[in-house]
Every structure is written in structure tokens, then in C-alpha cells.
T-cell receptor, first 111, second 112 residues
């Protein structure tokens, strides 16, 4: 099992560009999450999906949209990237609302 | 006040010593508590979960929970240089049924 996979691993964008971060899990988990991690700020939840077909905002949703494409896949879209969105983005999944297992992350720089 | 607080460190211990990492939380209704280990440049890895007051041991790791005092700790016995990492405390707070709230992490260095 690959666990949680994310693409791309690295990305550089210019201000105003858009992109989609992809996440997939093969553990048959119902819940999936998107976090960003910034130095000194810890992990902050952007959006989550408790089950296929549902999504909810987390702590820092502004500037992002998500799609739960099916049970396996949960994508994060930046419509108009800003330098403040420079961060490391982690996708996670879990069998219930407690344990979460993380993907390898995407390092995004917005110039 | 942050919901989950950890000393940022860095915490340095000599090889073979016990490393003690602490975490406090503000939501008295919290029920689930987790410790994640994150190596530099890598993703967080779940190493311990604890749900009841008391101690839970797994190999060299012991998680301790005291709900009355609202703290959870992680002890690492016989610390090894490979334990050098940032340790994140995560709490499932009662006000966010589907979310974990993470502390900002404690950086641990085990000196050979």
C-alpha cells in the first residue's frame, strides 16, 4: 500500500496563477484533510472531508477550494495564488475522526 | 490562549537519557490525544495515541494523560540520536468534532 500520496512534491508559482494539489489514499479511509504548515505556526487545517461528497472549512480556508472527487481522492485548488500561500501543504486521511495519516507534502513557493 | 501548547524547545538530551515532552490543552472536554514525530523535511508520523487517564506504553515510548490537569506528556526512554525530530501534540477538542488541533511542536535533539 502506498498510503497517502501527493502531487506535485514541489511547485513554484507566480502571484495570480492557479494550481491544484492532488491527494489520494489507498487505505479506504472515510475522512480526508488538507493542512498547511508554516514555521512556528504548526499545522493548520484548511479544509476537510468527513466522507465522500462532503467538505467543510477548517481554520484557514480563505483563498482555497477543495473537491472530494471520490473516496480515494481529495484535491486542493488555489485559484489566484498569493505570496502568503507559500507553505508546505500536507494531505491526511483517517478511518474515523481521530487518527490521521499524512502524505509526504507539497512545498509551494509563490513569488 | 492557544488551544494546544507545547514548549518549542529546542530540548537536548544525551543519548540513553529519558526525554520528556509536555503538552497542555485548554478544552476540558477533549477526549483523544496524539503524539506525532516529524523529521526535518518530512511529514508527521503518528507514534502514540491515548484516550484514558494514566500511562500507555509502546516500546521506548510512554504517553501520559492527566485530564484533570489538562496535560499530556510523552516520555522517550533510552533516547537515541534517531529520535531527534520535532514532536507534535494533537488533541481532538470537543468543539471541533472532526478536527485535530495541533501544537506547534517541540524540537528534540539527542546528543551522541
Amino acid at each position: 500500500n502506498a498510503g497517502v500520496t501527493q502531487t506535485p512534491k514541489f511547485q513554484v508559482l507566480k502571484t495570480g496563477q492557479s494550481m491544484t494539489l492532488q491527494c489520494a489514499q489507498d487505505m479506504n479511509h472515510n475522512s480526508m484533510y488538507w493542512y498547511r504548515q508554516d514555521p512556528g505556526m504548526g499545522l493548520r487545517l484548511i479544509y476537510y472531508s468527513a466522507s465522500e461528497g462532503t467538505t467543510d472549512k477548517g481554520e484557514v480556508p480563505n483563498g482555497y477550494n477543495v473537491s472530494r472527487l471520490n473516496k480515494r481522492e481529495f484535491s486542493l485548488r488555489l485559484e489566484s495564488a498569493a505570496p502568503s500561500q507559500t507553505s508546505v501543504y500536507f494531505c491526511a486521511s483517517g478511518p474515523k475522526f481521530d487518527e490521521q495519516f499524512f502524505g509526504p507534502g507539497t512545498r509551494l513557493t509563490v513569488l | 490562549q492557544k488551544e494546544v501548547e507545547q514548549n518549542s524547545g529546542p530540548l537536548s538530551v544525551p543519548e540513553g537519557a529519558i526525554a520528556s515532552l509536555n503538552c497542555t490543552y485548554s478544552d476540558r472536554g477533549s477526549q483523544s490525544f496524539f503524539w506525532y514525530r516529524q523529521y526535518s523535511g518530512k511529514s508527521p508520523e503518528l507514534i502514540m495515541s491515548i484516550y484514558s487517564n494514566g500511562d500507555k506504553e509502546d516500546g521506548r515510548f510512554t504517553a501520559q494523560l492527566n485530564k484533570a490537569s489538562q496535560y499530556v506528556s510523552l516520555l522517550i526512554r533510552d533516547s537515541q540520536p534517531s529520535d531527534s525530530a520535532t514532536y507534535l501534540c494533537a488533541v481532538k477538542t470537543s468543539g471541533s468534532a472532526r478536527q485535530l488541533t495541533f501544537g506547534s511542536g517541540t524540537q528534540l535533539t539527542v546528543l551522541p
